[in-house]
């Protein structure tokens, strides 16, 4: 049986990457900054039984990181999913407001910055042996459309795209630091989530199925890719 963990676990794309990994008969590790709060998980727990386990994770807490890699050091993480991401306090299209050029809020800003670029960072390396030990071993960093350079041509959304940019930065590198795990940078498209608003394009279901079905054909040749949902390259 393979092993998915996934952070952000609670909505939008990560609940679907759990959602969909149990009904195909994985182990599922489903994190959360709220459980008690998780209604939808608790729900797949009861349907899943112990092969659907939720961990509390607030992915900025650093000491709990590493704690939950201690409790599974004896554990081999087929895929993990660096889901968990912020546009900040609120979503689209409200987020746009505070990541202008001339309105910016740089609180904000740090605090993108520190869900979107350094957690995955510290997950990443406090989980590399989780996952290189694995079958599959794939590590994926939930990046987006709006981290790549040449694709931005109407500006704005400063502090989340920044982050994202970064984000795929860091991908490359752990691709050429380890040799052991597949490394991709992935943009799940622009999904109906809380953070990509009700005018998005694709249904967070429907861009799951496609990105796990693309996970199956991911090779070691990948790692350091910048892909989408279908496995083609994303310019960077």
């Given amino acids: 049986m393979p092993t998915v963990f996934v952070t952000g676990a609670n909505r939008g794309l990560g609940y679907e ?31 899943h039984g112990a092969d659907f386990i939720i961990e509390q994770l607030e992915v900025v807490d650093h000491n709990r990181i ?17 889901n968990a991401g912020t546009t900040g306090p609120m979503g689209v299209p409200g987020a746009m407001g505070y990541q202008k050029i001339d309105s910016m809020d740089y609180q904000i800003w740090r605090d993108i910055l520190e869900v979107n670029l350094l957690s995955p ?10 996952v290189a030990r694995s079958d599959k071993k794939i590590l994926i960093m939930m990046s987006s459309d709006l981290g790549s350079v040449e694709q931005n041509n109407f500006g704005g959304f ?5 982050s994202k940019s970064a984000l795929n930065i860091i ?27 009700d005018e998005a394009e694709i249904e967070p279901a429907e861009s799951v199925e496609q990105q796990q079905e693309m996970f199956e054909g991911i090779a ?11 496995g083609k390259e994303v310019a960077w």
């Avoid at 960072?121 to 989780?130: D, G, S, V």
């Avoid at 990948?222 to 892909?227: E, I, Q, R, T, V």
């Fill in 17 to 47: 990457h759990v959602k969909q990994y149990a009904e195909k008969g994985w182990k599922v590790i489903a994190c959360a900054r709220n459980p008690e709060q998780a209604k939808e998980l608790k729900e797949l727990q009861k349907e």
């Fill in 171 to 197: 991908s490359k590198g752990m691709s050429v630091d380890w040799n052991d795990v597949t490394v991709i940078a992935l943009a799940p498209g622009w999904c109906k989530t809380y953070l990509g608003g």
């Fill in 158 to 162: 400063y502090s989340y795209r920044a």
């Fill in 220 to 230: 070691a040749k990948d790692s350091g890719k910048f892909l989408d949902r279908f």
């Fill in 121 to 130: 960072f510290k997950i990443a390396t406090a989980f590399h042996n989780h």
């Fill in 66 to 82: 590493e704690e939950l890699a201690e409790k599974y050091s004896d554990e081999a993480i087929d895929i993990l999913i660096n």
